[in-house]
């Protein structure tokens, strides 16, 4: 046995650590194998993992799960599923005399939780038992029991757990998740059938390990079931006694034989290790502004951290994924992945450069086997398996097409925070392969207007014939949103082969030159100019500046409406280029504001006219389609909800033009109406525009890392004006580059 080394009496020791309980909803009891709701998401509404773990757990929420935590949940490789409704559950009886001492009669109960655990403590006059739930590594979460004897007299108890696996998928009768129980020592592990259904589990040779640190007599209670006991704990008054126990959960065998863990004193450094983690994370947490917005941050960063997750599999570096609790959000996608390390880069470098590098691991080069023509692109998302073109057996593995630029703003803002020449060294070349290919392969007609499109892909070809169908859902999956009206399908909206100079086919673009698209390439220039100022490429950053002015004075002409006063997509019809403001307005065309493409004038003219409850300045400001669009549809994906990573874009674009104090009231009003922002609710994938319900996938990971960037932008602490100072970002007039 050691001494606890966990918070679970003592508490976070942080800059006002008082604030930061119970700030998600962790408390319930998992009624099956994947209970889940209309929406597909999980219940219950959030669930604790830290450290890159793939297994999590929750508070109990009655009486007769009091001593444990509920769950765990485990990813099977791609799905979050849970193995119990509770798999230690403790049960505590007086040594002396037999009785059981019942923890619902406490006259003292507190279940709560905290950014580095899940806690509970009982209270009697005579005794106190305190349980703590926290991380010691990727694979190992610490349950640690503690009794204190509070009589003045010697006491002596006896613990026992016990608990039984969920054995059933319900949509898969046949199959049995447990292969097999063994006892060994004072561990109990599961080893799990393998199983290859690549749209509900997926699983190798996986196991569940539990494991004590004291000795414990162990016997099996039915086929699956366990109970663990230990022997009599004398207590002399005012002593304590601390108990843990390590629950482990494997992908593979040899994942499990590799492991160097299971060494307690490692395990105890870990832990200690963990919450020095936390403690440096709420550092910049002090200040005068409202608890409530530094309650937010906090939420923000343990719904990033919870959706963390270590390498395995296919994922060869620590990624965050877009949320554990929703059905197909396990893996690592492209944009999101850029929006999340400009967010970590505020709290965790090191887990920013490796979601970074987690989606870079697969840049396609030009020995490629499946893709060379796409030397220079990435992947839209990676998961734990590949897919079938890659000889792996997974679904959601996804090479049909890209995502929107945003890697080297990514980059840029994580340089920014480290100062890590290193990263750049890096990531440069890559990034500009990775610009370059925009350019080679979603440029139809070269004049210098990307447009977006689809990759070469099996699922493109139906009956030996392009998939017109199939390439325009791609090419709406390629810019991130995926049912915008401007992507509706009518008969001026054509496919387009692309070819290389020898005629070769490389891929496919839409007749349609878009505003964000182009806007973010835009800026991407300007990131990688001031990059290779920094590397003393002093000609190559004049030519992206060169390249930026090109494109800027495109967008700027070309893109932008007089008669409506707003930025638009290019319909490329054979009547020729006609802006697209038959769809309506959509949130894209504020991007150009962020990137600083739009003229004073343009911009100007845009803020007056459409910062009004009936078009962007809605109840949740910025939906992502105008309120007066004949379009708008407020619950409807990208439709209207509002997605805060581009209300995000908006709101800087207004701050950038000057405009920040109406940034700062549209950001104010946004947490504030964003259901469950400034409570205990999970965090929301986007939100009704009108009602601020919160919608689709809980517990979403850009929308926690865009309130977590508005925290740092306009709720801290304000300078004499009220308003922070923004960060100088590149004008095609600054040639030197200081800026940064």
Not at 519 to 546: C, G, N, P
């Given at each position: 046995?050691?001494?606890c080394?966990?918070?679970?009496?003592?508490?976070?020791?942080?800059?006002?650590?008082?604030?930061f309980?119970d700030l998600l909803?962790?408390?319930?009891?998992p009624?099956?194998?994947?209970?889940?709701d209309?929406?597909?998401?999980?219940?219950?509404?959030?669930v604790?993992?830290?450290?890159?773990?793939?297994?999590?757990?929750?508070?109990p929420?009655?009486?007769?799960?009091?001593g444990?935590?509920?769950g765990?949940?485990?990813?099977?490789?791609?799905?979050?599923l849970?193995l119990?409704?509770g798999?230690?559950?403790?049960?505590?009886?007086?040594?002396?005399?037999?009785?059981a001492?019942?923890?619902?009669?406490?006259?003292?109960?507190?279940?709560?939780s905290?950014?580095?655990?899940?806690f509970?403590?009982?209270?009697?006059v005579?005794?106190?038992?305190t349980?703590?739930?926290?991380?010691?590594d990727?694979?190992?979460?610490?349950?640690?029991?503690k009794?204190?004897n509070?009589s003045?007299?010697?006491?002596?108890?006896?613990?026992?757990w016990?608990?039984?696996?969920?054995?059933?998928?319900?949509?898969?009768?046949?199959?049995?998740l447990i292969?097999s129980l063994?006892?060994e020592?004072d561990?109990?592990r599961?080893?799990?059938?393998?199983?290859?259904e690549?749209w509900?589990i997926?699983?190798?040779?996986?196991?569940?390990?539990?494991?004590?640190d004291?000795h414990?007599t162990?016997?099996?209670?039915?086929?699956?079931g366990?109970r663990?006991?230990t022997?009599?704990?004398?207590?002399?008054?005012g002593?304590?006694?601390?108990?843990?126990a390590?629950?482990?959960?494997?992908?593979?065998?040899?994942?499990?034989?590799?492991?160097?863990?299971?060494?307690?004193?490692r395990?105890a450094?870990?832990?200690q290790?963990n919450r020095?983690?936390?403690r440096?994370?709420?550092?910049?947490?002090?200040?005068?502004e409202?608890a409530?917005?530094?309650?937010?941050?906090?939420?923000?960063?343990?719904?990033?951290?919870?959706?963390?997750?270590?390498?395995?599999?296919?994922?060869?570096?620590d990624a965050?994924?877009?949320?554990?609790t929703?059905?197909?959000?396990?893996?690592?996608?492209?944009?999101d992945?850029?929006k999340q390390?400009?967010?970590?880069a505020?709290?965790?470098?090191?887990?920013?450069?490796?979601?970074?590098?987690?989606m870079?691991?697969?840049?396609?080069?030009?020995?490629?086997?499946?893709r060379?023509?796409d030397?220079?692109g990435?992947?839209?998302a990676?998961?734990?398996n590949?897919?079938?073109?890659?000889?792996?057996?997974?679904?959601?593995w996804?090479?049909?097409?890209?995502?929107?630029?945003?890697?080297a703003w990514?980059?840029?803002?994580?340089?920014s925070?480290?100062?890590d020449?290193?990263l750049l060294?890096l990531?440069?070349?890559k990034?500009?392969?990775?610009?370059?290919?925009?350019y080679?392969?979603r440029?139809?007609?070269?004049?210098?207007?990307?447009?977006y499109?689809?990759?070469?892909?099996?699922?493109?070809?139906?009956?030996?014939?392009?998939d017109?169908?199939?390439?325009?859902?791609a090419a709406?999956?390629?810019?991130?949103m995926?049912?915008a009206?401007r992507?509706?399908?009518?008969?001026d909206?054509?496919v387009?082969e692309?070819?290389?100079a020898a005629?070769?086919?490389?891929g496919y673009?839409?007749s349609?030159?878009?505003?964000d698209?182009?806007?973010?390439?835009y800026?991407?220039?300007?990131?990688?100019?001031?990059?290779?100022q920094?590397l003393?490429l002093?000609?190559?950053?004049a030519?992206?500046?060169?390249?930026?002015?090109?494109l800027?004075?495109?967008?700027?002409?070309?893109?932008?409406?007089?008669a409506?006063?707003?930025?638009?997509?290019?319909?490329?019809t054979?009547?020729g280029?006609?802006?697209?403001?038959?769809?309506g307005?959509?949130v894209e065309?504020?991007?150009?504001?962020?990137?600083?493409?739009?003229?004073?004038?343009?911009?100007?003219?845009?803020?007056?006219?459409e910062l009004?409850?009936q078009?962007?300045?809605?109840?949740v400001?910025?939906p992502?389609?105008?309120?007066?669009s004949p379009n708008?549809a407020?619950?409807?994906?990208?439709r209207?909800?509002?997605w805060?990573?581009?209300?995000?874009?908006?709101?800087?674009?207004l701050?950038r033009?000057g405009?920040?104090?109406?940034?700062?009231?549209?950001?104010k009003?946004?947490v504030?109406?964003?259901?469950?922002?400034?409570?205990?609710a999970?965090?929301?994938?986007?939100?009704?525009p009108?009602?601020g319900?919160?919608l689709?996938a809980s517990?979403?990971?850009w929308s926690a890392?865009?309130?977590?960037?508005i925290?740092e932008?306009?709720?801290?602490?304000r300078?004499?004006?009220?308003?922070?100072?923004?960060p100088?970002?590149?004008?095609?007039a600054?040639?030197?580059l200081?800026?940064g």
């Amino acid at each position: 046995m050691l001494t606890c080394l966990l918070l679970c009496a003592a508490g976070l020791a942080g800059p006002g650590s008082a604030d930061f309980e119970d700030l998600l909803p962790y408390a319930g009891t998992p009624t099956a194998m994947e209970p889940r709701d209309a929406n597909g998401n999980l219940r219950p509404g959030a669930v604790y993992v830290d450290a890159g773990a793939w297994h999590g757990f929750h508070l109990p929420d009655s009486p007769a799960y009091y001593g444990g935590f509920t769950g765990p949940l485990f990813i099977a490789q791609e799905y979050s599923l849970y193995l119990s409704d509770g798999l230690q559950r403790l049960s505590l009886q007086d040594a002396d005399t037999g009785q059981a001492r019942e923890l619902a009669s406490a006259t003292g109960i507190h279940i709560y939780s905290r950014p580095d655990g899940l806690f509970q403590q009982f209270d009697w006059v005579d005794l106190s038992l305190t349980l703590g739930l926290s991380y010691s590594d990727q694979r190992s979460a610490i349950v640690t029991t503690k009794l204190h004897n509070l009589s003045p007299g010697a006491q002596s108890w006896r613990l026992s757990w016990h608990g039984q696996p969920l054995s059933q998928h319900p949509e898969l009768p046949q199959y049995s998740l447990i292969a097999s129980l063994s006892l060994e020592g004072d561990s109990i592990r599961w080893r799990f059938n393998p199983i290859r259904e690549p749209w509900r589990i997926l699983l190798s040779d996986a196991e569940y390990e539990l494991s004590f640190d004291t000795h414990v007599t162990l016997s099996r209670q039915g086929k699956f079931g366990y109970r663990a006991s230990t022997e009599a704990l004398p207590l002399a008054a005012g002593e304590s006694v601390s108990l843990m126990a390590a629950h482990r959960y494997f992908h593979t065998a040899k994942e499990s034989r590799d492991y160097l863990g299971r060494d307690w004193s490692r395990v105890a450094k870990g832990l200690q290790q963990n919450r020095q983690r936390w403690r440096q994370r709420l550092q910049g947490l002090s200040g005068a502004e409202p608890a409530a917005y530094r309650s937010l941050a906090v939420k923000s960063m343990l719904t990033l951290v919870h959706n963390w997750r270590s390498p395995a599999g296919a994922i060869r570096h620590d990624a965050v994924t877009p949320s554990v609790t929703y059905k197909w959000f396990n893996g690592v996608w492209a944009w999101d992945s850029w929006k999340q390390v400009v967010a970590l880069a505020h709290f965790d470098t090191a887990l920013a450069k490796g979601n970074l590098l987690a989606m870079f691991d697969y840049q396609f080069a030009a020995d490629d086997p499946v893709r060379p023509q796409d030397a220079g692109g990435l992947p839209d998302a990676v998961f734990y398996n590949q897919d079938g073109e890659r000889g792996g057996s997974g679904g959601n593995w996804n090479e049909r097409n890209a995502k929107p630029p945003l890697a080297a703003w990514a980059v840029w803002e994580l340089y920014s925070r480290t100062q890590d020449l290193a990263l750049l060294r890096l990531m440069y070349p890559k990034l500009k392969a990775y610009h370059e290919w925009w350019y080679r392969n979603r440029d139809h007609d070269h004049n210098g207007l990307v447009e977006y499109g689809a990759n070469l892909h099996p699922a493109h070809v139906k009956e030996g014939k392009l998939d017109v169908a199939a390439i325009i859902q791609a090419a709406a999956w390629e810019s991130g949103m995926d049912n915008a009206p401007r992507f509706d399908a009518g008969a001026d909206l054509r496919v387009w082969e692309n070819r290389d100079a020898a005629g070769k086919l490389l891929g496919y673009s839409l007749s349609q030159e878009s505003v964000d698209l182009n806007s973010y390439l835009y800026a991407e220039k300007q990131f990688l100019a001031r990059m290779a100022q920094r590397l003393t490429l002093t000609v190559e950053a004049a030519d992206w500046l060169a390249q930026a002015q090109t494109l800027g004075e495109q967008i700027r002409s070309r893109m932008f409406d007089e008669a409506s006063g707003f930025f638009y997509d290019l319909r490329l019809t054979y009547g020729g280029p006609q802006l697209l403001t038959s769809a309506g307005k959509g949130v894209e065309g504020w991007i150009p504001l962020w990137a600083g493409v739009a003229s004073p004038a343009q911009a100007r003219r845009m803020i007056a006219q459409e910062l009004h409850p009936q078009s962007f300045a809605t109840r949740v400001p910025f939906p992502s389609v105008g309120a007066d669009s004949p379009n708008f549809a407020p619950r409807q994906y990208w439709r209207g909800p509002v997605w805060l990573d581009q209300a995000w874009f908006a709101l800087q674009g207004l701050d950038r033009y000057g405009y920040r104090r109406e940034a700062s009231r549209l950001a104010k009003q946004l947490v504030a109406q964003a259901q469950g922002a400034l409570g205990d609710a999970s965090i929301r994938e986007n939100y009704d525009p009108l009602t601020g319900e919160g919608l689709h996938a809980s517990n979403f990971s850009w929308s926690a890392a865009v309130f977590l960037l508005i925290y740092e932008r306009w709720l801290k602490e304000r300078d004499a004006a009220g308003i922070r100072p923004q960060p100088k970002m590149i004008d095609i007039a600054d040639t030197k580059l200081n800026a940064g």
